[in-house]
C-alpha cells in the first residue's frame, strides 16, 4: 500500500496600512473617483477584483465615505473624514504575487495627501 504526504505550503499575508493627512475635501466626499481609485489600485496590485462596495455617510465632522474591496487575495478599505482632511487605507493580501504596497503607493499617489504614515505587517503563518 501506498501512501500520499500532503506537502503544506505556507500562508503569506502581506499587510499594509497608514493615514493619510491633508487630502482634498472634496475628493474624500467624492464616492464614485474612491470606488474607481480602489478598483485601479487592485489591479496594480495584481489583485482578482471579487466585488466593490461603499458607503456615503452624513451627519456633521463624523461624515465620509468607506469603499471596501473583497478581492480573491483578502481586501482594500479606504475610509475618510472629509471635515478633517484625513482618510485611512488598509490593504491586506494572502499570497505571493499581490504587491499590497503597490496598491497602497497608487491610492497615496491619487489622494495626494500633504504628509501620510505607511506601515507594514508581515501576517504569513509558515
Known sequence: ?????QVKTPVVGKHVYGELYGVDEELLRDQEKLRKIVIEAAHIAKMH????NS???????KEGV?????VLESHIAI???PTYNYATVDVYTC???SDPMAAFRYIVSQLAPKRFTVNYSDRSYR
Open 55 to 61: 458607503w456615503k455617510f452624513k451627519g456633521g465632522d
Open 95 to 97: 499570497g505571493e504575487h
Open 66 to 70: 468607506s469603499v471596501i474591496a473583497l
Open 79 to 81: 475610509h475618510t473624514w
Open 1 to 5: 500500500m501506498q501512501t500520499t504526504t
Open 49 to 52: 477584483l471579487v466585488e466593490v
